[in-house]
């Protein structure tokens, strides 16, 4: 059992929703295999996994669909 690099807690495996920003674009990547902290919450992805998102979305490989993401800009809130 591996533990957290920052807490040194306990890690789970789950999967998890990622966005990936790639030139100013957002890719919401579903169902990544990743380590989760149970104590601060810090989420590791597994060996391969960074590869594998980045070659996806590099590739443009057609996605199973699209979404609208909102955006906010924090240089407008005062
Ligand atoms: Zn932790």
Redesign the pocket.
Known sequence: MTK?P??K?ELSKKTVTHPQVYRGKVYILENIPAEV?S??G?VLLRPGVLEKIQQLIWSHTQPKRTAEVPVYDLAEIN
């Open positions: 957290c920052f807490c807690g902290c104590q601060c810090e």
